[in-house]
């Protein structure tokens, strides 16, 4: 490039192309440094330093507090609280830790020498750092089917053998056509059928027992032991999830995260089954009735945490544990999207999310008021956008068209050699 200047005329400029780079986690960092030939050692020693993050901590008390900032400060870090931490005159104040995962770690080493429940904060946030490392290797296990998590963003084609459902109510009732919807799901690239009995639209009454296990276990029978793919049941009863597990099903989908019906945790735990627990504000009949939240965010992934413990202390693994936000579900149009920009953040939580968002009413608002029918192309940026932020299952009714948006996005964001010249 030829620039002139007043001090020396016409002159050549050598462009050495800088930009700042996107590093969204540690293999970004790894990439680029194997790139330039770094030593393999320099690398190790390195990557953890070049991954900035920010980590809330809410309600700690004022000397927590203090000790914190100071151990931030001595790593080379920050900590952001209340002006009240500094005059003493607050009890508590959140904070917002910044820095290196280096620092961070360091600054958990630190706290785990000091008093007042210090240890147990930096506990918490060694699980946040870890949460966020790449999940390569870690597998969701539905009987004989094995899900590689943070390979490709798996589709859970929505099977709804209801009357009333706000999407497809009735249309998949009988027998034979809920079986032959199912073979076109998988064909059409389903990796999970999640087959629901009862509706849980907004302003919904609960089906009684008997008739969603009529509807749901003969479908499951009926799809047999050979069916290509694992299948979800939709559920928050303890006794349909029984009669489904029985008879061939490998996970419950559990709208009330185990809130409704505490008997459910030991039926799953007695199977060794996964659970998704989801985020519900109230129940289905009044769930949007004026919903309100200080911080969605906040008290949805509060919720979920507690959910996770719980379903722990029935037994339940870990590793057989998903959650789900709960778009929809006793959320306002700017909630759901909130929760959306910020999907990211419930990875701190060490399970696998899955993501509903498919065809859903603040899609249509969002757009204008668009009819169900019409709210494909909404749907497609919510999961794109999900996937980017860490969705691991996409939960969907038009499973041809999504796969495709999948795949598209896992091309983009997971990278890999996928593409045929």
Known sequence: MIVLTKSSGLRQHRNHNARALIIKGEHDIISEMERIGVFSEGIEIMAKKAIFRVILLEQISLRQAVIIKQEMLSKGGEAAVNAGVASLTCDSTD?????????????????????????????????????????????????????ALGTKTYIMGILNVTPDSFSDGGTHMTLDAAVEHAWRLVEEGADIIDIGGESTRPGSAPTPLADEIRRVVPVIEALGQDFPVPISVDTYKSEVAEEALAAGAHMINDISALAIDPRLGEVVSEAKAPIVLMHMKGQPRDMQKNPEYKSVVSEVAEFLRASIARAEEYGIRRENVLIDPGIGFGKTCAHNLELLRRLEEFRSLGCPILLGTSRKSFIGTTLGGLPVEDRAEGTAATVALGIASGADIVRVHDVKYMVRVARMTDAIVRGGSICEE
């Open 95 to 147: 904070i917002l830790l910044m820095g290196t995962e280096s620092q961070l770690r360091k600054v958990s080493q630190g706290l785990m020498r000091q008093p007042f429940g210090l240890p147990q904060i930096a506990e918490e946030i060694l699980e946040v750092l870890d949460a966020h490392e790449p999940s390569g290797g870690k597998v969701l296990r539905l009987g004989t089917h094995t899900l």
